[in-house]
């Protein structure tokens, strides 16, 4: 059975070069294009956040979005004994669809070499995260206990500041 309750959730998209000297402005420009193309046609809130340094190699966005998040049986019934992974699977489950969208994105791009890599970063705390990860209720659950596993001490609440961030790789320019 899955419940489903209206949220509203900001979170920072951040798309950097996965080597900052070794960087491709090209493809972090074309990933950041898709990427918020595709969220504003999907009704998400994208705004352009100042990096503080000019002509920096960093994208950075606030997303916001309502929706009604359907929650499935599984982390309902876990929400009701460990609260700290109720609070990661909220945060993962808002996540998910702008982690999906990044890994979609990778596979618009005309040249594929290497894949980006994304990360979710609550407070001070980060875990690398495949699409996999967050395909559904249950792999989301499994990556909360896995983030409790790797941070045990970390204090987790549902309005802790996350950031999603995607490390784009330096792309092999074909000569025509």
């Known amino acids: 059975m899955e419940q489903e309750f209206p949220q509203s959730y900001s979170m920072t998209l951040a798309i950097i070069p996965e080597n900052e000297r070794d960087s491709d402005p090209a493809a972090i420009s074309a990933v950041g294009r898709i990427v918020v193309e595709d969220l504003l046609s999907e009704g998400y809130t994208v705004k352009p956040i100042a990096a503080g340094q000019k002509g920096g190699l960093e994208l950075l966005f606030q997303i916001v979005t309502t929706t009604l998040q359907t929650v499935g049986t599984e982390i309902l019934a876990q ?38 890599k994304v990360s979710i970063r609550i407070d001070e705390t980060e875990i690398e995260v495949s699409s996999s990860d967050v395909a559904n209720d249950e792999r989301i659950f499994h990556l909360a206990e896995r983030f409790l596993a790797e941070h045990p001490a970390a204090n987790i609440i549902p309005r802790s500041t996350v950031k999603v961030q995607a490390r784009v790789p330096k792309q092999k320019h074909h000569r025509r």
């Not at 109720?86 to 994105?105: E, H, K, M, Q, Y």
Request: aromatic share 6%; net charge positive.
């Open 79 to 116: 929400k009701d004994v460990i609260g700290i992974l109720s609070d990661l699977c909220t945060i993962f489950g808002a996540a998910s669809p702008l982690v999906l969208r990044l890994f979609r994105t990778q596979k618009k791009q005309p040249t594929k070499e290497q894949e980006i």
